[in-house]
């Protein structure tokens, strides 16, 4: 059984940074496993923010947080890192780790996505 855990979030002043992370356990994650970050607002649907391959050579981002967030990944530790700069408030949400089963290569789609975390809730004040 595979388990994600979050941690890392909480209050964070507009311009400040938090840095996520997540925990795996319950399996020893490989070159089908890409993982990722989605966050969803109050009210909203939830949505992709970034995404990294097992090897950590390719990443992807939205739009609205590419240039301000880093996602990275220590296979080692089997953790996933989001380094989150410039905070603004409509970064506000519940931030979700993700990984997949069976896709590799940056992915972007929720549906392709297996294992969830059970949620940080990130928020930024202005």
């Known amino acids: 059984q595979v388990q994600l855990v979050e941690s890392g979030g909480g209050l964070a002043q507009a311009g400040g940074s938090l840095r996520l992370s997540c925990a795996a356990s319950?399996?020893?994650?490989?070159?089908?496993?890409?993982m990722g970050w989605f966050r969803q607002a109050l009210g909203k649907d939830r949505e992709f923010v970034a995404t990294?391959?097992?090897?950590?050579?390719?990443?992807y981002y939205a739009a609205s947080v590419k240039g301000r967030f880093t996602i990275s990944r220590d296979n080692a530790k089997n953790t996933l890192y989001l380094q989150m700069n410039t905070l603004k408030p409509e970064d506000t949400a519940v931030y979700y780790c993700?990984?997949?089963?069976?896709?590799?290569?940056?992915?972007?789609?929720?549906?392709?996505?297996?294992?969830w975390g059970q949620g940080t809730q990130v928020t930024v004040s202005s």
């Open positions: 993700a990984a997949t089963d069976r896709w590799s290569g940056a992915v972007w789609d929720e549906w392709k996505y297996t294992y």
């Open positions: 990294i391959t097992w090897s950590g050579g390719t990443t």
């Open positions: 319950g399996r020893t994650f490989s070159g089908d496993n890409t």
